[in-house]
């Protein structure tokens, strides 16, 4: 929640430098491959689970609004947009190896994402970057199926995003931009016994993240 407010007075602070203000809404679609560095394994009682990623393509949704401030050509764009998406996951129970079972689990995570451009206004094409916070406000399904554990992940996360535009008339806009994660969630499996598990499971995957808006 910190980050939140560090943003938005950073916002707050640049407005009195910029001549023209638009007000905007919009809304697109993601595709994000999943990806994990190895095979993570929990264990549950005298159960052992290995969890690894499912790495085909997956689309997440999003929508909201965002203020463009513009002046000589430079723009500094603030959103806030809801945005959804799911995970998949291979959970396979290894504890006898002679009989192990596997079953996919999904998660769905439902954020609000804040992200601050600030980019280049080159006729009708723009090129813009800048940082994105993430804040997760559900609680996704635990991924092994055992009643004593649940799971906590980082509320927070920090992320970046860089892409291209272009507008219609100043008042359609289209955005293309690459997002990529500068930190994972960490997934926290606790029992209900006091016992933890951590292992991170990177809930900011690379993404390229498609929008179409509408500006008045």
């Known amino acids: 929640m910190k980050k939140v407010i560090l943003i938005s007075l950073v916002v707050l602070v640049s407005l009195p430098a910029f001549s023209q ?4 809404l919009k809304a697109g679609v993601s595709t994000t491959n999943l990806s994990m560095a190895d095979v993570k394994t929990v264990t549950s009682g005298n159960t052992t689970y290995t969890v690894d990623a499912v790495t085909s393509a997956k689309y997440g949704f999003h929508g909201g609004a965002f203020v463009r401030l513009s002046l000589f050509g430079i723009y500094l764009q603030p959103e806030l947009l809801f945005s959804t998406r799911t995970n998949e996951y291979t959970i396979s129970n290894t504890t006898n190896l002679q009989s192990v079972t596997s079953y996919t689990a999904k998660q769905s995570f439902n954020k609000l994402d804040i992200p601050v451009m600030l980019g280049l206004k080159l006729g009708p094409l723009r090129i813009n970057a800048g940082p994105v916070g993430s804040l997760l406000i559900n ?3 635990a991924l092994i199926k055992d009643p004593d554990y649940k799971n906590n992940y980082n509320k927070m996360t920090i992320g970046y995003q860089a892409g291209v535009g272009f507008d219609i008339f100043n008042i359609l806009t289209f955005d293309l931009r690459y997002e990529g994660s500068l930190k994972k969630y960490q997934n926290q499996i606790q029992s209900l016994a006091g016992n933890k598990t951590k292992f991170n499971l990177d809930d900011r995957p ?9 500006m008045f």
């Open 21 to 24: 203000i638009k007000f905007g």
């Open 139 to 141: 609680s996704p399904k």
């Open 206 to 214: 690379n993404a390229f993240v498609f929008s179409l808006g509408l």
